[in-house]
């Protein structure tokens, strides 16, 4: 897989494990859920990220995972993995073993949790990691889920790093903003807020790292190619129209309104693994009927999302 494979991607779905009911993973469940993703507008995929539940799997699950979809995929798409923790050693080791096991464009290393590093301690991780190997290295920016924010001058600094390629940038469409203005050329900033992409592919980013795209990839890329194409009343019409099913997507922590939508649509992704639980009955039929709506004449009448999640 090439960087420049993962630089035509504006898609890049953050694509769920599936699980049996007993908590493993179902492989058996991987070839269909990653056909559907192909055929609507997929570009690219995260493994073992967020939305993979990643703090739950096992380093040996995520290296059978990262085996049995890149065997699926057969080089159609570039894959990224999920590679980072808050503690730097694991995670320059783990870098360090998926640049050996090959066929990934990128990893992803997520800003240290708990640990609370300052400016210059994320400044050392990140360098640290990308010094480790010749994976390029995508930074997941979410001070949402992390608490720790990496502000945008610290982001500046890193993209002068050859191996730090890009960032995952969850925190505002003024920071993407700056960072479009103000970062290399070919540093690759994806958004990875759903109800976003719209603003931060109009401001200049390179792409979305969806949840939204199991489910909704037809309706995120008709949006953003009328977007490409200038055509802006379509695009924001098909915003307003998006954005209540991002609501409904991330009104219970994710991934679990996706993975009742998926298993709605017979994709057998399973339960979720603990600390998270699936949606009640209420709630999956609450998102399914929204995020699964085909009105484009009104619009939806959404479901609510937490201001925090």
Do not use: W
Not at 6 to 34: C, H
Not at 188 to 198: H, K, Q, R, S, V
């Amino acid at each position: 897989m090439s960087i420049e494979q993962l630089r035509n991607a504006k898609i890049i779905t953050a694509m769920v494990t599936p699980f049996k009911e007993d908590g493993s993973i179902n492989y058996d469940a991987l070839p269909k859920l990653i056909e559907h993703l192909l055929e609507h507008h997929t570009e690219g995929l995260l493994l073992a990220g967020t939305t993979a539940e990643s703090p739950t799997l096992t380093h040996e699950e995520e290296l059978e995972l990262f085996a049995a979809v890149q065997k699926i995929v057969n080089g159609r798409i570039p894959l990224i993995a999920g590679i980072g923790t808050n503690d730097t050693r694991d995670s320059v080791e783990f870098a360090k073993e998926v640049a050996e096991f090959g066929g990934f464009a990128a990893g992803l290393a997520i800003v240290p949790y708990y640990n609370k590093p300052t400016q210059e301690g994320l400044y050392q991780h990140f360098t640290a990691i990308a010094d480790a190997s010749n994976l390029p290295i995508i930074i997941y920016n979410i001070p949402g889920r992390v608490v720790v924010t990496l502000e945008p001058e610290t982001m500046l600094r890193l993209a002068q790093h050859p191996n730090i390629i890009g960032v995952k940038e969850c925190t505002s469409l003024e920071n993407i903003a700056y960072l479009v203005e103000q970062s290399p050329e070919d540093f690759l900033i994806y958004t990875g807020e759903d109800g976003e992409a719209f603003h931060a592919l109009a401001l200049g980013a390179d792409g979305v790292i969806s949840v939204a795209s199991h489910t909704n990839g037809d309706e995120m890329y008709d949006m953003l190619e009328a977007l490409d194409q200038g055509n802006l009343k379509k695009a924001a019409q098909m915003q307003r129209h998006f954005i209540p099913k991002v609501n409904a997507l991330f009104s219970v922590s994710s991934p679990a309104p996706v993975k009742a939508v998926l298993n709605h649509q017979g994709f057998e992704v399973g339960p979720l693994r603990l600390p998270l639980v699936s949606c009640t009955i209420q709630q999956a039929n609450d998102i399914i009927q929204v995020v699964l709506s085909q009105e484009s004449s009104q619009p939806i009448r959404g479901v609510l999302r937490p201001t925090e999640y």
